[in-house]
Structure formats: C-alpha cells, structure tokens
C-alpha cells in the first residue's frame, strides 16, 4: 500500500494567514494526488485533483502543487468558512490511501 | 447537481451484518462512473472500503476484502455496502461517492455520511 504523510496533523492560524499543509506519499505517484475538505455534518468536498487542477466552483485562494512523492496544499488566505480538516488522497494504486487529515482552526 | 444519500441502520450488533444503501438524485448508475465506499472512524482518518461499476465489477481494500461486499441495482439506480461480523472498530460514518470516471479518479460527488455504531 501507499502510504501518504500528511503533515501537520493541526494547525492554528489568523484569518488572512498564508496556510500551508504537506502530503509525502512513500512512492512515485506521479501527479494522482487530490485535496478534500471535510467538514461536521457535511458532504466532503473536492478541492484539487491532478494535485495542482481546481475543481471547478473552488475559490482561488486554494491551490495545490508537487509531483512524484511530495505535494504541497495551501490557502493564500485563511477564511473563517475555510475551517474545516483537509486529506490529501493518491488515486495512483490501489488500494486507495489518504493522508492522515490536518484540522484548520482559526487563532 | 448530483446528490447521493447514505441510508440504513445506525446501530448493529457486534458479529453481525452491516448494510448501507447509496441513492442519488439524479443522472443514472449506468453512467461511465465508478462507485465507492468510503469510511472515517471516529477520531480518525478516511479509509476506502471499495468501490464498484455499473457492470458489477469490484475493487475492494485487502484489509477488507474479506468481509465486505458492494453491488450495484441499475434498475433502482442504487449500490450497497455489505460488511459481514462487523467489531467495535467498524464504528464510524460511512460515506458513499462517484469516482469522476470510469477508473481511479478523483471523488467527485460524496454523501454527507451516516453514522454507523456497533454496539450490543
């Protein structure tokens, strides 16, 4: 199995704060990595597929980047609406694998 | 706007049978999509379960594979989740979703989730 290291596990940030959260796959999976938020009572959302492609409706200030084992997810500018927990998940084998989750929360 | 629903029941005994219903609102199984499973107990983070194509074909996770069973009723647009002699550690929400196409893409469209507690 592929096994993707999502890091931080949380973080605390000031709305407008420039967030950053890394994915490490523990092999080449090319560009088959995806960005979801999850939030509380809500239906997952896609935010990045094909690690740096923008799900159509996404707001801009989210973005993604890397290829091959390491991948990047940033907000340019924390919201309030964007707390949530963010999975990094690879579609390059099976069995589909996600990252651990990083949780936003607002400082 | 595609919407799917998780549907069954919230409690399950230990040892036995757990079922889940994915229904959605529009367009139709039949569609050049996969379907799959996926779940997050609580506390932790997501797993696929598997997933399954209109023409029956499946894709399990091996750490599953053994006591799970997922199908598709094209005429009732639907598809299911079956995890047999389930354990406390199958507690978690299960979320039912459409990969973007027909293979290992992206998951697109999710359910909001329901909550499935094992428990006596």
């Known amino acids: 199995d592929i096994q993707m290291t999502q890091s931080p596990s949380s973080l605390s940030a000031s709305i407008g704060d420039r967030v950053t959260i890394t994915c490490q796959a523990s092999q080449d999976i090319s560009n088959y990595l995806s960005w979801y938020q999850l939030k509380p009572g809500k239906a997952p959302k896609l935010l990045i597929y094909d690690a740096s492609t923008l799900e159509t409706g996404v707001p801009s200030r989210f973005s993604g980047s890397g290829s091959g084992t390491d991948f990047t997810f940033t907000i340019s500018s924390l919201q309030p609406e964007d707390i949530a927990t963010y999975y990094c998940q690879q579609f390059n084998n099976l069995p589909l694998t996600f990252g651990g989750g990083t949780k936003v929360q607002i400082k | 706007q595609l919407q799917l629903q998780e549907s069954g029941p919230g409690l399950v005994k230990p040892s036995e049978t757990l079922s889940l219903t994915c229904s959605f609102s529009s367009g139709s199984i039949s569609s050049p999509f996969y379907w799959g499973w996926i779940r997050q107990p609580p506390g932790k983070g997501l797993e696929w379960i598997g997933s399954?194509?209109?023409?029956?074909?499946?894709y399990y996770n091996p750490s599953l594979k053994s006591r799970i069973s997922i199908s598709v009723d094209t005429s009732k647009n639907q598809f299911f989740l079956k995890v047999n002699s389930v354990t406390a550690a199958d507690t978690a929400v299960y979320y039912c979703?459409?990969?973007?196409?027909?293979?290992?893409?992206?998951?697109?469209?999710w359910g909001q989730g329901t909550l499935v507690t094992v428990s006596s």
């Open positions: 399954v194509y209109s023409s029956g074909s499946t």
């Open positions: 979703a459409r990969h973007r196409g027909r293979g290992w893409y992206p998951l697109d469209y």
